[in-house]
């Protein structure tokens, strides 16, 4: 069963970066689809960007595109986020999932999730 943990949430200004992680671990990494949701309160999961680490591409969802950017490290076994520009929209928990399926966006797609982090931009 593969188990994932994200860090690297926190309170940020507008216009500020932070950058998430996700460690995978029970799986193996190189089968898996990588993706990050976010959700914000009364919303529903948004994804944000996903990369398929066997065939090393990646893709980005339109809210987002330019500003953040996902990317595996295959050694250590986990996924980034870089969020740059942030905005207080971009305020939400960020999920880190796993899926089989290639490149996928969609939300019924991923199977494994970790326990979220928080992550605030204020004006």
């Known amino acids: 069963q593969v188990q994932l943990v994200e860090s690297g949430g926190g309170l940020v200004q507008a216009g500020e970066s932070l950058r998430l992680s996700c460690a995978v671990s029970?799986?193996?990494?190189?089968?898996?689809?990588m993706g990050w949701f976010r959700q914000a309160p009364g919303k529903e999961r948004e994804f944000v960007a996903a990369?398929?680490?066997?065939?090393?591409?990646?893709y980005t969802g339109d809210t987002v595109k330019g500003r953040f950017t996902i990317s595996a490290d295959n050694a250590k076994n986990t996924v980034y986020l870089q969020m740059n520009s942030l905005k207080p929209e971009d305020t939400a928990v960020y999920y880190c999932a796993a899926s089989f399926r290639a490149l996928s966006g969609k939300l019924e797609d991923y199977n494994s999730w970790g326990q979220g982090t928080q992550v605030t931009v204020s004006s």
């Open positions: 990369v398929w680490i066997a065939g090393r591409t990646k």
């Open positions: 029970g799986g193996t990494f190189s089968s898996y689809t």
